[in-house]
Nanobody, 125 residues
């Protein structure tokens, strides 16, 4: 199993930027995803990245504002969040897929195998 630890959450104002980090250890994996869960809502994908080739996919709500990346040497993935909005307020989780990623990047909860504990992001207007 892969162990994941998120960091970088906190409070922000509208228009601010935050960068989340997800440090991993343990087994290898093929893809990493970032999800978020707001109070009373389902956990939804924000972005996903193929760990080897760097291919990315984003949800429409964050496209153009958020950037997912990875540093394989550090076993760490990142979510750069720019131009934050109040609706970005949520607990953010990183997750990895230990099974192979053949073609389409994983974007649903069931496609990921290990999860971090989450980090809170609060954006105030």
């Amino acid at each position: 199993q892969v162990q994941l630890v998120e960091s970088g959450g906190g409070f922000a104002q509208v228009g601010d930027s935050l960068r989340l980090a997800c440090t991993t250890s343990g087994r290898t994996f093929s893809s990493m995803g970032w999800f978020r869960e707001a109070p009373g809502k389902e956990r939804d994908v924000v972005a996903s990245i193929h760990w080897i080739n760097g291919r990315e996919v984003y949800s429409d709500s964050v496209k153009g504002r958020f950037t997912i990346s990875r540093d394989s040497a550090k076993n760490t993935g990142y979510l750069q969040m720019n131009n934050l909005r109040p609706e970005d307020t949520a607990t953010y989780y990183c997750a990895v897929r230990e099974r192979s990623t053949v073609w389409a990047l994983p974007t649903t909860i069931s496609e990921f195998d290990s999860w971090g504990q989450g980090t809170q992001v609060t954006v105030s207007s």
